[in-house]
Nanobody, 125 residues
């Protein structure tokens, strides 16, 4: 089970942090990610992390502004969002058990991730 939190209204240039509490999964060697979907647009990959080696991957639109991380002890995945822009407004979803070694993690179909959270809305004004 994946449960996101930390969304809400945020100001441009703000720095909220999204959390995804994960239960029932092994953190040691899985691909986990954050995706987002804005109204009228397709879901897009934002960031992914391969917990086996800590490798991270980012969409060009968020590179340098967002940071994905995980806390194995707390079974929690994070997305630190800095320098928010209005175009970051979207429903944000965390996902787990993605493609092996996170290959093409941000480009694979949604079905390549086994687990998804319900999403948390981020609205930037």
């Amino acid at each position: 089970q994946l449960v996101e939190s930390g969304g809400g209204s945020a100001q441009a240039e703000g720095s909220p942090r999204l959390s995804c509490n994960i239960s029932g999964l092994t953190f040691s060697t899985v691909c986990m990610g954050w995706f987002r979907q804005a109204p009228g647009k397709e879901r897009e990959g934002v960031a992914a992390i391969y917990t086996g080696g800590g490798y991270t991957y980012y969409a060009d639109s968020v590179k340098g502004r967002f940071t994905i991380s995980r806390d194995n002890m707390k079974n929690t995945l994070y997305l630190q969002m800095n320098s928010l822009k209005p175009e970051d407004t979207a429903m944000y979803y965390c996902s787990a058990e993605g493609p092996p070694y996170c290959l093409q993690a941000l480009r694979v179909p949604e079905s390549d991730y086994k687990y998804w959270g319900q999403g948390t809305q981020v609205t930037v004004s």
